[in-house]
Nanobody, 126 residues
């Protein structure tokens, strides 16, 4: 099976940037739709961004559009989330996720996820 390991989280001031990485191992994720979700205390886990297997199609949540960019490097079996202009409300645990069945980024939801990473904490201070 696939293992997903996130890295790159940490503490940053509002307006700052972070890049999260999701390294996959076990088998290639080149055919998977990949995504980043996040969950803040007391809130539901929400989709942040998704990317098609080819990397051609992406989707980002309205709350992060224009600030976050998802990308992937299938040769490295890695997915990234570049986060710019961070806000305190972006504070959450960020999870990498993979779906072997979803073919369109618009269909990505948490119930479709086949593989979850353990998460990485992102804290944005005021």
């Amino acid at each position: 099976q696939v293992q997903l390991v996130e890295s790159g989280g940490g503490l940053v001031q509002a307006g700052g940037s972070l890049r999260l990485s999701c390294a996959a191992s076990g088998r290639p994720i080149s055919t998977y739709t990949m995504a980043w979700f996040r969950q803040a205390p007391g809130k539901e886990r929400e989709l942040v961004a998704a990317i098609s297997w080819s990397g051609i199609s992406t989707r980002t949540a309205a709350s992060v559009k224009g600030r976050f960019t998802i990308s992937r490097d299938n040769a490295k079996n890695t997915v990234y989330l570049q986060m710019n202009s961070l806000k305190p409300e972006d504070t959450a645990v960020y999870y990498c996720a993979g779906d072997s069945t979803t073919q369109g980024v618009g269909l990505m939801t948490s119930h479709r996820v086949d593989y979850w990473g353990q998460g990485t904490q992102v804290t944005v201070s005021s």
